[in-house]
């Protein structure tokens, strides 16, 4: 028998592959499709180049590559376990139940099979290759320590780890290191209860390495970090595996020592019992707990299972496929996708839709330094970065996230001589700001706080908190207001002036994104979010906020740039380094905090904070620090007073040389720097996203002069013309929404609703339900579809 097999593969050795160092072996999901060992028809593991295929596609790797020598691996739950595991594995996702694994080899196209371990039957080499793709780690496996792509498995220690009864319980608050004082950076050993500081964690936190030495002491094997507990798990350590690992036991762990997981939410380490029971409440209503929901399935209506931290991904990722257009493009083009994908597809962004999210998320997250990471994220960042990478992938075909772009025409006016200038700007979604002063319960508002502020100088307990319930009429009266202009140059006075600036919609976007925005910050400087409740309306009519235009009467700004003054010390500013870090260890982009620490004087961290406060905002916000000195001022104009340079003026020419080098034509690569205020980054992606056109020459001479405000404003027009013909139709229907609960975006739980065939759908991970009584008010993310103007 052994010369049979061995005879057998002898066609097919060169094929048969050892894995090598930096090989990543794809053996627990498809490139395609969500199919893993745990399916019914298993995985199959290519032996040359290990990606993982479910049983419908790997007949198609086998036509494309002529490979036949595949690894066959199924899992199954042990037959004791198995009604107990269906009964529970919607809530549990199975990771306490055993398994038994089965591996074969098969070769193709004759589907002949051979069982493994086979090792005294099997040549040398194959019997090699084989037990390294069984023993190899997952291609997931944290490789880098600040990456997110780590298969996080259940602690060996968790099903039977000994808890002391001495007694010990914790307090919802004041927690110090029992050894050297320390108030941050706190694990709780989940055997003895001893509070003490961290210092090996992946995430930097600073400390002295008691709880480790506690270990050493002790032998007591978990540990979780306090801030961290939510009604969702919590970080939990395992010394003696030396790897962050998952505990399905941690709330009755964490009881033993008096923490009742639904009851504390800390955001960073700063918890009140009153906002637990805040959170608790929201957290109940957003999930629409103690209703009995009917559970739904199949196509459209397929749950996201959680790889920890991933419900932001999630939720959009559920509302983006509910649009026709998303559907269109990744969905119903999914045939042609699978026959032109490259060899290696888990690196191809345009197939990664079908495909298990552990794959998407390492690809679409793939070098972000935030999205990258296993912490919880803004659900409105990560949108606007999918967007961002759909526009990149959709060169030369049908881009998606075409619905959303909407153009916002910007109307600044000089206080002093009335004079307008109008501009154009892409953008797609609306933030809306939420009134506090406009809550309709204000009077119960001011009598809580009344009662907490008594509550907390007696000691007592906090009263029920009371939720701000705020019209939406006055969040969007709020958006319309107009807004200062920080240091407003006037080209009619040639001076520093006061300004105001309002905004409108230019065109209407068949999809319309509104965010509310409830998150701000505390004194303490932490994120905190805002406990409202407004009443979202399932129609909406934004027609009141359409673009005018130059009015009659009005007059406008001359179109001319402040002069540029260069200081006499030309070189690189200095900038603390230190404030800077503080700064960005809060969550702000590394490129804000230098601006901030530089633009208010190296002040302190404190006045730079305010700074960032002032700005975050601003489209440049986390651009990088651009001075005067180190701009080329490009040539003056003769005619302008006082220095002023006329905006014909064209972007650097290092910024253009640059962009043709990279082979794009000159006048589209002026085009796209003068669309983009002259940022490099900006323009190569709107060069992507705005494919040229055949013009003729007497256009491209245009583009070469045009003012830049002007420049901005047609091109973006040029770009909408692509879009839907009907710009006109201002009316629409809420169809989603998403919601947050918690008290900060960094930690906390999305789910979202969908309103599909007439009835609303609750999102929540892996369940998917029929919405009893959707919580329209408590919603973070709002999705509008344009109705017909028919």
């Known amino acids: 028998m052994a010369a049979d097999l061995g005879e057998l593969l002898v066609p097919y050795m060169p094929t048969i592959r050892v894995p090598r160092t930096g090989d990543r072996v794809f053996k627990s999901e498809c490139a395609f499709s969500y199919d893993s060992p745990e399916s019914e028809g298993g995985l199959y593991v290519c032996m040359n180049t290990f990606l993982g295929f479910g049983r419908e596609h790997v007949e198609r790797h086998y036509r494309k590559t002529g490979q036949s020598v595949y690894m066959h691996l199924k899992r199954h739950i042990k037959e004791v376990s198995r009604f107990l595991y269906l009964e529970l594995n919607r809530d549990f996702n199975g990771e306490d139940y055993e398994y038994e694994d089965e591996a ?10 051979i069982p493994l371990p086979n090792i005294e039957e099997l040549p040398a080499l194959v ?73 090996w964690f992946f995430d930097g936190s600073g400390g002295n390495g008691h709880a480790l030495e506690h270990y050493r002491e002790t032998n007591f094997p978990l540990a979780v970090k306090l801030d961290t507990i939510n009604p969702d798990g919590a ?50 209503v957003i999930q629409e707990s103690g209703m009995k929901l009917k559970a739904v399935y199949g196509s459209g209506y397929t749950g996201i299972k959680n790889l920890g931290n991933s419900c932001y991904l999630s939720t959009i990722m559920q509302v983006l496929f509910s649009i026709p257009e998303f559907q269109r493009m990744y969905v119903g083009n999914l045939q042609r996708i699978y026959d032109y994908s490259p060899l290696d597809p888990t690196q191809d962004f345009h197939q990664q839709r079908g495909v298990s999210p552990r794959m998407f998320k390492g690809l679409v997250s793939k070098g972000h330094p935030e999205f990258s990471s296993n912490r919880q994220q803004d659900a409105h960042e990560f949108l606007l970065h999918i967007i961002n990478l759909v526009e990149r992938n959709s060169a030369g075909s049908e881009n998606p996230s075409d619905v959303f772009r909407f153009l916002v025409e910007e109307r600044v006016q000089c206080c002093q001589t009335r004079r307008v200038r109008y501009t154009q700007r892409v953008d797609y979604l609306i933030q809306l700001p939420a009134p506090i002063e406009c809550a309709t319960n204000r009077e119960e508002l001011l009598a809580y706080e009344a009662k907490r502020k008594d509550a907390e100088e007696n000691m007592r307990a906090p009263p029920e908190p009371v939720r701000a319930r705020i019209p939406f009429t006055a969040c969007l009266q709020a958006f319309t207001e107009p807004e200062n202009v920080p240091d407003f140059w006037s080209s009619a006075l040639q001076a520093k002036s006061a300004g105001v ?34 009443d979202v309306p399932d129609f909406l009519d934004l027609n009141r906020l359409r673009a005018t235009g130059l009015q009659v009467g009005e007059e406008e700004l001359p179109d001319l740039t402040p002069p540029i003054v260069l200081p006499e010390d030309t070189r690189a500013p200095e900038i603390d380094e230190v404030a800077v870090m503080q700064l960005a260890e809060m969550g702000f982009p590394l490129e804000a905090c230098r601006k901030a620490v530089y633009y208010t004087g190296n002040m302190g961290p404190e006045m730079a904070f305010n700074w960032i406060i002032a700005h975050m905002e601003e489209p440049d916000f986390a651009e990088p620090l651009t001075l005067p000195s180190m701009i080329d001022p490009g040539p003056s104009s003769s005619n302008s007073p006082m220095g002023a340079t006329s905006l014909d003026n064209s972007p650097p020419e290092e910024s253009i040389a640059i962009l043709t080098s990279m082979g794009f034509p000159r006048s589209h690569t002026i085009q796209a720097l003068k669309a983009t205020n002259n940022n490099l980054e900006r323009a190569l992606d709107w060069i992507f996203t705005h494919p040229e056109e055949e013009e003729s020459d007497a256009l491209s001479d245009m583009a070469d002069t045009e003012p830049n405000d002007n420049a901005f404003s047609n091109a973006n027009s040029h770009s909408d013309s692509t879009l839907s013909p009907d710009r006109d139709a201002s009316g629409y229907e809420l169809f989603a929404f998403i919601s947050h609960m918690g008290a900060s975006t960094m930690s906390g739980h999305y789910v979202c609703h969908i309103k599909k065939e007439g009835r609303w759908v609750i999102y929540n991970d892996h369940k998917v339900c029929l919405s009893e009584r959707p919580p329209k008010d408590l919603g973070y993310i709002y999705f509008y579809h344009r109705l017909s103007s028919s």
């Open 501 to 534: 600036k309002t905004s409108r919609f230019a065109s209407f976007p068949e999809y319309l994104i509104l965010q509310i925005k409830k998150f701000t910050f505390g004194v303490d400087w932490v994120p905190k979010k805002l406990d409202l409740a407004i």
């Open 127 to 199: 019997t090699i290759a084989c037990d390294a793709v069984l023993n190899a780690a997952s291609a997931y496996k944290k490789q880098d320590p600040e990456s997110w792509e780590e298969e996080i498995q259940v602690s060996r220690h968790a099903r039977s780890l000994r808890q002391l009864d001495n007694g010990v319980k914790i307090p919802p608050s004041g927690w110090k290191c029992q050894k050297c004082e320390m108030r941050e950076n706190l694990w709780l050993n989940l055997t003895d209860g001893a509070v003490l500081c961290g210092k």
């Open 235 to 284: 970080d939990v350590y395992s010394f003696e595996e030396e790897e962050a690992v998952l505990d399905p036991h941690i709330s009755e762990h964490l009881s033993h020592f008096g923490i009742d997981m639904l009851q504390l939410q800390q955001p960073n380490g700063h918890h009140t019992d009153n906002n637990a029971r805040q959170r608790v409440s929201e957290w109940e």
């Open 104 to 113: 074969k080899l098969v070769i193709f196209p004759d589907h002949y099979e």
